[in-house]
């Protein structure tokens, strides 16, 4: 592709393109980068430069860009049946052969799946159904989500109203009623002189006190990311998620974790619920599913839910006409096989993971980066002012975005939310293409540096 055929397809993307989350008259000045190639942790543009995809494409492109055998799975199901729906008693084998997968994957009795098309919809179908499980059984009151603020679980109306980002909620109305949000466990921003254990009982304890304020019996669930991502990957001490759980034991309230960005081995196990030692009662998947090859989107529900919706649920009055699309669970096996074959979480446990985390951690040393934090291949670097201070940059972002500026023109995509640079490269990522990422991250953050005038500038 030359220049014109770029700058062409820029100005028909700004008549006739509206970009998610995006000023888009700005975008619009701007021109767009168009992507044309994906190879392993690399893509490249329409300009022919090379970029280190250190973000996965969305958190999701788990397995690498390029993988053939992806596309040879869906030609082979496309041929032989492009498409049947799972409702009129009617299913097809990809689909229950997911299904049977997933519930052997996921951790405890997670045994039963609903199919949607995407992270937005499936947290949608939790409302309903965990509503619908309380309703049945004689407690139709018992119907208030708590959710966390700066929580995402996505842009549809419920999961946007779940989700706790006040500049969404500003957007439509929202939240919908009966959801309500308390905060987030991030102790870099907010844990003020308390220990992260310290902080993270009390951030736990907030939902005690939540419940205690509404009735046990009006709560229907608890969700949370394990490690919020869009929010800026805030990982929660470790005492956090255990205290969250016991405390949804203690009241009967269901414990729901978005597993979107965080499963699928983003955290160096399959699941990231394993990592913090809980068991959830529903679990979102989406994303590294089929590493964005395709959509698809589920809710893993536990035996007792299950139990109850099939005996007194009744006829279930939801579903999506692509709920368990044979080319989208057909890729998601292929997606699987893969993961289990190529032993990628069982990498970035012996391999990978330790190495990003000592190169993460010299990262954390630049004069820029107040806290360089991570597990297995999704962390961020907040960037500051005056280390050691936890304190922000008075007009928050611009600095962000010039880190994530620089590192794009030095070949590699950071993303920036707020000040902190995120990462989440695909899995296979190398020994060597860590060193790649450091060095390109190393160069960005001193151009940053030398533009604010901050610190010692490396030679
Ligand atoms: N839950 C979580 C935890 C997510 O990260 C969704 C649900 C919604 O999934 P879908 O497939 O409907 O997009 C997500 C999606 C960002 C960003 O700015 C993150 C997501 C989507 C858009 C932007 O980091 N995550």
């Given at each position: 592709?030359?220049?014109?055929?770029?700058?062409?397809?820029?100005?028909?993307?700004?008549?006739?393109?509206?970009?998610?989350?995006?000023?888009?008259?700005?975008?619009?000045?701007?021109?767009?980068?168009?992507?044309?190639?994906?190879?392993?942790?690399?893509?490249?543009?329409?300009?022919?430069?090379?970029?280190?995809?250190?973000?996965?494409?969305?958190?999701?492109?788990?397995?690498?860009?390029?993988?053939?055998?992806?596309?040879?799975?869906?030609?082979?199901?496309?041929?032989?049946?492009?498409?049947?729906?799972?409702?009129?008693?009617?299913?097809?084998?990809?689909?229950?052969?997911?299904?049977?997968?997933?519930?052997?994957?996921?951790?405890?009795?997670?045994?039963?799946?609903?199919?949607?098309?995407?992270?937005s919809?499936?947290n949608?179908?939790?409302?309903?159904?965990?509503?619908?499980?309380?309703?049945?059984?004689?407690?139709?009151?018992?119907?208030?989500?708590?959710?966390?603020?700066?929580?995402?679980h996505g842009s549809t109306?419920a999961g946007a109203?779940l989700?706790?980002?006040?500049?969404?909620?500003?957007?439509?109305?929202?939240?919908?009623?009966?959801?309500?949000?308390?905060?987030?466990?991030?102790?870099?921003?907010?844990?003020?002189?308390?220990?992260?254990?310290?902080?993270?009982?009390?951030?736990?304890?907030?939902?005690?006190?939540?419940?205690?304020?509404?009735?046990?019996?009006?709560?229907?669930?608890?969700?949370?990311?394990?490690?919020?991502?869009?929010?800026?990957?805030?990982?929660?001490?470790?005492?956090?998620?255990?205290?969250?759980?016991?405390?949804?034991?203690?009241?009967?309230?269901?414990?729901?974790?978005?597993?979107?960005?965080?499963?699928?081995?983003?955290?160096?196990?399959?699941?990231?619920?394993?990592?913090?030692?809980?068991?959830?009662?529903?679990?979102?998947?989406?994303?590294?599913?089929?590493?964005?090859?395709?959509?698809?989107?589920?809710?893993?529900?536990?035996?007792?839910?299950?139990?109850?919706?099939?005996?007194?649920?009744?006829?279930?009055?939801?579903?999506?006409?692509?709920?368990?699309?044979?080319?989208?669970?057909?890729?998601?096996?292929?997606?699987?096989?893969?993961?289990?074959?190529?032993?990628?979480?069982?990498?970035?446990?012996?391999?990978?993971?330790?190495?990003?985390?000592?190169?993460?951690?010299?990262?954390?040393?630049?004069?820029?980066?107040?806290?360089?934090?991570?597990?297995?291949?999704?962390?961020?670097?907040?960037?500051?002012?005056?280390?050691?201070?936890?304190?922000?940059?008075?007009?928050?972002?611009?600095?962000?975005?010039?880190?994530?500026?620089?590192?794009?023109?030095?070949?590699?995509?950071?993303?920036?939310?707020?000040?902190?640079?995120?990462?989440?490269?695909?899995?296979?990522?190398?020994?060597?293409?860590?060193?790649?990422?450091?060095?390109?991250?190393?160069?960005?953050?001193?151009?940053?540096?030398?533009?604010?005038?901050?610190?010692?500038?490396?030679?």
């Amino acid at each position: 592709m030359n220049h014109l055929d770029t700058h062409a397809l820029q100005v028909l993307d700004a008549a006739h393109h509206l970009h998610p989350f995006n000023d888009n008259a700005a975008l619009a000045k701007r021109g767009t980068r168009i992507l044309t190639k994906g190879e392993g942790v690399y893509v490249w543009d329409s300009e022919g430069n090379k970029l280190l995809d250190a973000f996965a494409g969305l958190w999701c492109v788990n397995i690498g860009y390029g993988r053939k055998e992806l596309g040879e799975v869906a030609s082979k199901q496309m041929t032989q049946l492009a498409y049947y729906n799972s409702f009129f008693s009617c299913t097809t084998e990809p689909t229950v052969r997911l299904a049977a997968k997933l519930a052997e994957l996921c951790p405890g009795d997670l045994n039963h799946v609903f199919f949607s098309n995407s992270g937005s919809e499936a947290n949608d179908t939790i409302l309903r159904m965990v509503r619908h499980f309380w309703a049945v059984q004689g407690q139709p009151k018992k119907n208030v989500f708590i959710g966390r603020l700066n929580g995402y679980h996505g842009s549809t109306v419920a999961g946007a109203s779940l989700g706790g980002m006040k500049g969404m909620h500003a957007m439509g109305g929202l939240p919908i009623p009966d959801i309500v949000h308390i905060n987030q466990p991030y102790w870099f921003g907010e844990g003020g002189d308390l220990s992260p254990e310290e902080f993270g009982l009390q951030r736990a304890r907030e939902l005690e006190d939540k419940i205690l304020e509404l009735g046990p019996d009006r709560v229907a669930a608890f969700i949370g990311e394990p490690i919020q991502g869009a929010a800026g990957v805030f990982i929660p001490p470790m005492n956090y998620w255990p205290e969250i759980e016991r405390i949804c034991r203690k009241y009967d309230v269901l414990l729901v974790a978005d597993e979107v960005i965080c499963g699928f081995g983003r955290t160096g196990h399959w699941f990231a619920s394993e990592y913090f030692g809980i068991q959830p009662d529903i679990m979102t998947l989406a994303k590294g599913i089929t590493s964005g090859y395709i959509p698809l989107g589920a809710v893993m529900f536990n035996d007792r839910i299950s139990k109850v919706l099939m005996e007194k649920g009744g006829e279930l009055a939801h579903g999506y006409t692509y709920s368990g699309h044979p080319v989208c669970t057909a890729v998601a096996l292929e997606n699987i096989r893969i993961l289990e074959e190529e032993k990628m979480v069982e990498n970035i446990q012996a391999n990978t993971g330790p190495y990003l985390a000592k190169r993460w951690a010299e990262l954390g040393e630049h004069p820029l980066v107040g806290e360089a934090r991570l597990v297995g291949m999704v962390g961020a670097l907040e960037l500051v002012p005056r280390k050691p201070s936890r304190e922000y940059f008075p007009d928050r972002g611009a600095v962000g975005q010039m880190c994530r500026d620089f590192a794009l023109r030095n070949g590699l995509i950071l993303r920036a939310t707020n000040d902190a640079m995120l990462l989440s490269p695909p899995l296979i990522i190398t020994r060597d293409q860590i060193d790649e990422m450091f060095d390109k991250a190393w160069k960005s953050l001193d151009q940053t540096a030398a533009a604010l005038g901050i610190g010692k500038v490396a030679a």
